[in-house]
């Protein structure tokens, strides 16, 4: 089936995937701004913050570029250069969670939440690659698994980033 004809059938999903991650966007900003002292205090707090502002934003980049009338060609370095923009932004997250002193969020848990990312961006990328090859329905196959996928990661991050700022805030409640 041609590129155009799969863009026109997946264009809804993508304008209700990027919504939802813009809006999504603007209450993560909003939550952390409410207890900005607790997130700056904690690396792997702001570690977890940003990938998944990396993640909101690549699904809203992602859909961008899945609506944006032009042919597989042109899409398909897109989503490559999405997904590595994406991996370098959360690479010295990782590495700033892994040296945190403090750990509001167990170890394993970063590790679950930055590697369930760091897959999505590389399940992006090879999106692109198979978009760039002309399995164009294998790569929208793809990208709504991925997009999936990193909407619930993110759903997630952002309730553990809620419980973390949330006991951030009371450890630095004076003791009566």
Do not use: C
Not at 45 to 62: D, E, K, M, W
Not at 146 to 156: G, M, P, T, W
């Amino acid at each position: 089936m041609p590129y155009q004809v799969l863009a026109q059938r997946w264009h809804d999903f993508y304008v209700v995937a990027g919504t939802a991650a813009a809006t999504l966007v603007g209450l993560l900003f909003v939550g952390l701004s409410l207890h900005l002292r607790a997130v700056l205090s904690r690396s792997e707090v702001q570690s977890l913050a940003r990938v998944t502002l990396a993640n909101f934003g690549l699904i809203l980049f992602v859909s961008l570029f899945m609506v944006i009338p032009q042919g597989s060609s042109a899409t398909s370095p897109d989503l490559i250069g999405s997904g590595v923009f994406s991996l370098a932004v959360i690479g010295p997250s990782l590495i700033a969670a892994g040296r945190s002193r403090t750990r509001t969020l167990r170890p394993y848990q970063l590790v679950l939440r930055f590697g369930s990312s760091a897959l999505g961006y590389v399940a992006v990328i090879v999106a692109g690659a198979l978009l760039g090859r002309g399995s164009e329905a294998a790569a929208f196959n793809w990208l709504v698994v991925v997009i999936v996928a990193l909407l619930v990661v993110s759903l997630r991050n952002s309730w553990d980033l809620l419980v973390s700022v949330g006991a951030a805030t009371l450890d630095d409640q004076p003791k009566p």
